[in-house]
């Protein structure tokens, strides 16, 4: 248990030291030197327990759940301040009645319930670690000398204000201009300690504090710049995740007040599993539809891009909307093809659909990674709504490959904004000229969502046999509608960031050294988990999968009675090798292009200016040869997808909740 502590304990103990100290040079000592102990606690962690069964640990400390309390409290208080100073009254509202349900929870209902184990340790929960930890620390690093290069932005800024004699807004470019990168850091490891309780905790209010925390950190970076924009989409994010805190903390009351109490994650899914405490399931995947940003939610993701890249690297990839679908996932035998089970395979299927066919109109870089992102959890909520073992397997490892690809995907989007002043898909022309490794990078990154051999592709297709296996073929047209969305948008982005049309300067020697370690390493790891993913299924997912079927009560029979992954291993094994030989090849083959000289770009008609792409044309006008995506914004645009799809999605979720609480009255 003493690792799981030290990764609870360590980022806290790094952001109080972050928080009090604005040295620049103290502040990366203490970035670098935690995220490197978070990864190797984890790491340790991992070869101590991942082949072993589940683990479970009493905390005989009943103070925790009081200094718990007060946490929620304090993090209720801010959100009420916060939204009083913006007028901001729904999220006063909601922030009041959560703070007034924990007290009821923690002082009434649950004051006599006592816990047998209030920290667990399964395969599940450790491959979350790891992601946490190296993927979580590696953004951290990367984020150094990003928000170095951010805080030079915010200066300029300030100063265009003052010289431009524009009195109005000097005081208020002063203020965005003030350097509050200790708090940012100091944030960042919060989420961080944040995620580990979540994914360590049996005790479900422990796992609340955890999942509220997320909620306030979330609030805090979203809105770091202070901008109008940065302000709103912060209250959008909380208001909405503050929703979902309300609905699992009634979730827990009711738990907490039946004739049998529960308070515990594990005695949950066994319940859930025999067919009991269908309402407080619902609310609970309701909580986590909300966390993983799922329609008719996924507005408050969309706005979070205003906040700079780390953040949105980290909540795309190892917290935030990954505690969503990590819930989801461990209430996933508690779903099957009943009430809870269609709700939440519904939203994720159409989730799924829509914003993979918005991506398509979607030429702002980080907007394509955000609707990539939202359709991908609603893949795997999908997955974890269909409930079986084959499903579940396939849902684990899409959210193992989407966090490392993600996460290298969003920091080479920053760095390249630094740079080219823009994220805009279409001012990435000759990227791979201008700067080859990022480009070399930033293609990894989209191979590796939507090509095999990578371990992307090999999921979905998983996932697809999956659903086919449970014999609901109506599923499967829309989840391949969906993927072979996927592929035009990435398709489309790659060609762009790969096309080579004139000679530029490179830009590439002004990336940070800690912006080029962060950026490497996460392309390692992206490589790494793809080529042992034979390896992660044999050893780590399949004896997860297994363990479930010992948990589940001796009368449940269902479709967990035989546990067995999609593809054999040696399909898996044939896949790694590939894998390796295709990653060496282009680590090969690519800068050696980068180096090379360009031939002048061939131009229709005469030709003036290769590097300028100018020619002269049929009417003896001098003109500029162009290459440019085509969006479809008529077809696929959000103006024309958005209201109908929300509108859908949201009788979907007030139907089945509706349902569940019927069936939960029948049932009492």
């Not at 005790?203 to 970076?221: D, K, R």
């Not at 992206?526 to 390896?535: G, K, M, N, Q």
């Not at 291993?569 to 090379?596: G, S, T």
Request: charged residues 10%.
């Amino acid at each position: 248990m003493l690792p799981i502590v030290f990764l609870i304990l360590v980022p806290l103990a790094a952001a109080l030291l972050l928080a009090l100290v604005r040295d620049e040079r103290f502040r990366s000592v203490v970035v670098i030197a935690a995220a490197v102990a978070l990864m190797f606690a984890a790491g340790y962690l991992a070869t101590t327990g991942l082949f072993s069964p589940t683990q479970f640990f009493k905390v005989n400390a009943e103070a925790i759940n009081y200094i718990l309390l007060v946490m929620d409290l304090i993090c209720c208080g801010y959100i009420v301040y916060r939204g009083v100073r913006h007028k901001h009254s729904l999220s006063v509202f909601l922030a009041g009645v959560q703070a007034a349900l924990l007290v009821l929870f923690e002082l009434v209902v649950a004051q006599d319930v006592h816990t047998i184990s209030d920290i667990y340790v399964d395969q599940l929960s450790l491959i979350m670690a790891l992601i946490i930890a190296f993927i979580g620390g590696g953004i951290c690093i990367y984020a150094l000398g990003y928000m170095r290069d951010a805080q030079s932005h915010q200066k300029r800024h300030v100063l265009s204000h003052i010289h431009g004699g524009d009195p109005a807004r000097v005081a208020e470019a002063a203020v965005l201009g003030t350097d509050r990168r200790h708090l940012f850091f100091a944030i960042m490891f919060v989420f961080l300690a944040a995620m580990f309780m979540i994914i360590f905790s049996n005790n479900l209010g422990w796992l609340l504090a955890g999942w509220e925390l997320t909620t306030v950190c979330s609030f805090i970076l979203i809105g770091y710049t202070r901008t109008d924009e940065a302000t709103a989409n912060s209250f959008k994010a909380v208001s909405i995740n503050l929703a979902g805190g309300l609905a699992f903390c009634t979730a827990l009351i009711l738990l907490a007040s039946g004739e049998n109490p529960i308070l515990e994650l594990d005695k949950l899914i066994v319940a859930g599993a025999g067919g009991s405490v269908v309402l407080p399931i619902a609310l609970l995947a309701f909580a986590g539809l909300t966390k993983a940003a799922q329609m008719p939610f996924q507005s408050w993701l969309l706005g979070a891009m205003v906040a700079p890249t780390p953040v949105s690297a980290l909540l795309h990839s190892s917290t935030m909307v990954k505690a969503g679908v990590f819930l989801l996932i461990k209430l996933a035998p508690t779903f099957g093809w009943g009430i809870n089970g269609v709700f939440v395979v519904l939203v994720g299927a159409l989730t799924f659909l829509y914003c993979s066919a918005v991506a398509i109109s979607q030429s702002n870089a980080k907007r394509v990674l955000a609707y990539s992102t939202v359709a991908n959890l609603g893949l795997i909520a999908c997955l974890a709504g269909v409930g079986t073992p084959e499903a579940v397997w396939a849902a684990i490892f899409i959210l193992i490959f989407h966090a490392a690809a993600k996460a290298l995907l969003f920091c080479c989007v920053g760095t390249a904004e630094h740079r080219l002043h823009s994220r805009d898909i279409e001012d990435m022309d000759n990227l791979f000229v201008r700067m080859p490794r990022l480009a070399m990078l930033m293609a990894l990154g989209m191979i590796a969502m939507f090509i095999i051999p990578f371990g992307m592709l090999v999921s979905k297709w998983a996932a697809l046999v999956s659903v086919v296996d449970s014999g609901h073929f109506e599923l499967l047209i829309v989840l391949g509608f969906g993927s072979a969305m996927t592929f035009v948008f990435w398709a489309k982005w790659l060609g762009k960031v790969l096309a080579i049309a004139s000679n530029q300067s490179s830009l590439e020697q002004s990336i940070h050294k800690s912006e080029r370690f962060g950026l490497g390493f996460l392309a390692v790891l992206l490589v790494v988990t793809s080529a042992l993913l034979p390896l992660i299924s044999a050893y780590v997912v399949v004896p997860y999968l297994s363990g479930i079927t010992q948990l589940l009560p001796s009368g449940y029979t269902g479709v967990w009675a035989d546990v067995s992954p999609q593809l054999s291993m040696d399909n898996l094994l044939i896949m790694a090798i590939v894998l390796i030989a295709l990653v060496a090849v282009l680590a090969i083959r690519l800068p050696r292009l980068a180096k090379q000289g360009n031939d002048s770009v061939y131009l229709s008609g005469v030709g003036q200016d290769s590097d300028e792409r100018s020619f002269t044309n049929a009417f003896s006008q001098t003109s500029l040869a162009s290459q440019r995506n085509w969006y479809m914004e008529q077809i696929f645009g959000e103006k024309v997808l958005e209201f109908r799809s929300n509108l859908l999605a949201s009788v979907v979720l007030g139907a089945f909740l509706v349902l569940a609480l019927i069936v939960e009255a029948n049932v009492l």
